[in-house]
């Protein structure tokens, strides 16, 4: 903050954990923000829940509802009569293959190692916490920055060596050892 004085307005506080957190300027003078480390989607998700249990507590929602189930029960009741429906006797997965299946075993563009910790380019690319990484470092920096050129950058420091000094002989090795041929 020694750095950028300008930024301080930009600190705030959570207000469910309390961690301070640099939020977009335009929401700087806001008290009741919650942190993007998950007490945000938290709070949103609690949000959602009351109100749709507020709504299906009315006479409209009661009605609304058993019309969903109406609709749903007839259906999975007749393929479990006719015998499509999966049953685990048969000895089928209990979770259908789905994209979870087919994305686990296709392999990823890139990946980042960090000691020992590999991460998925894709993995980091989805992660809820990039938005915030991105207008953290926009801030900071003062340049706007996408995700694709931020995931360049991530990529260009994590290809750097360490500031230990050790010889050219021990740098391959590690490398081996986190690579094996």
Request: glycine share 4%; proline share 6%; hydrophobic share 25%.
């Given at each position: 903050?020694?750095?950028?004085?300008?930024?301080?307005?930009c600190v705030v506080h959570c207000a469910h954990c309390g961690i301070r957190f640099l939020t977009h300027p335009r929401n700087a003078g806001r008290r009741k923000l919650r942190c993007p480390f998950g007490c945000r989607e938290h709070h949103r998700r609690q949000s959602s829940n009351r109100?749709?249990?507020?709504?299906?507590?009315?006479?409209?929602?009661?009605?609304?509802?058993?019309?969903?189930?109406?609709?749903?029960?007839?259906a999975s009741a007749d393929r479990r009569s006719l015998g499509e429906g999966p049953t685990l006797?048969?000895?089928?997965?209990?979770?259908p293959p789905g994209p979870d299946r087919a994305t686990a075993s296709a392999p990823s563009q890139a990946e980042l190692r960090l000691d020992g910790v590999v991460v998925d380019e894709s993995?980091?690319?989805s992660s809820p916490v990039m938005p915030y990484l991105r207008m953290m470092v926009s801030l900071?920096?003062?340049?706007?920055?996408?995700?694709?050129?931020?995931?360049?950058?991530l990529r260009q420091s994590l290809r750097q060596h360490s500031i230990a000094?050790?010889?050219?002989?021990?740098?391959?090795?590690?490398y081996l050892r986190q690579h094996p041929p």
């Open positions: 903050m020694k750095a950028h004085p300008d930024l301080q307005p109100r749709s249990t507020a709504y299906y507590r009315t006479a409209a929602g009661r009605r609304k509802k058993q019309a969903q189930n109406r609709r749903r029960a007839p006797l048969e000895g089928q997965p209990d979770q993995t980091l690319a900071i920096e003062g340049i706007a920055f996408t995700s694709d050129e931020l995931l360049q950058r000094r050790r010889k050219r002989r021990d740098y391959r090795l590690s």
